[in-house]
């Protein structure tokens, strides 16, 4: 996973398009609403691709929820993406930003 994550941000990189990433454990290891939240409050944001990683895991529909209220909360004024894969990460937000 690692491996396609530095994948996709490299597309990035490769179209001359700034990114940065948000990863946190899904064992509830990380507090969630913290590390996304300061993320989100960092700076005003374009586009913010929620990965697939989040989105497709059936027992993670509420952390899912609760990503997207964060994103809705404290970007208000960025699209919402979503991925496929960590790979075609830059696809997917290619799709919102200018």
């Known amino acids: 996973m690692a491996e396609a994550i530095e994948?996709?941000?490299?597309?990035?990189?490769?179209?001359?398009?700034?990114?940065?990433?948000?990863l946190f454990g899904l064992d509830g290891s990380d507090d969630?609403?913290?590390?996304?939240?300061?993320?989100?409050?960092?700076?005003?944001?374009?586009?913010v691709v929620v990965g697939g990683g989040l989105r497709t895991a059936d027992d993670e529909i509420e952390l899912?929820?609760?990503?997207?209220?964060?994103?809705?909360?404290h970007a208000p004024d960025a699209a919402i993406a979503f991925n496929r894969t960590a790979v075609d990460t830059f696809d997917a937000?290619?799709?919102?930003?200018g």
């Open 7 to 22: 994948v996709g941000v490299a597309r990035f990189a490769q179209h001359g398009v700034g990114v940065e990433t948000c």
């Open 32 to 47: 969630v609403e913290a590390v996304v939240g300061d993320a989100l409050r960092s700076r005003a944001w374009e586009c």
């Open 64 to 73: 899912f929820e609760r990503v997207v209220n964060l994103v809705r909360r």
């Open 93 to 97: 937000a290619a799709r919102w930003i």
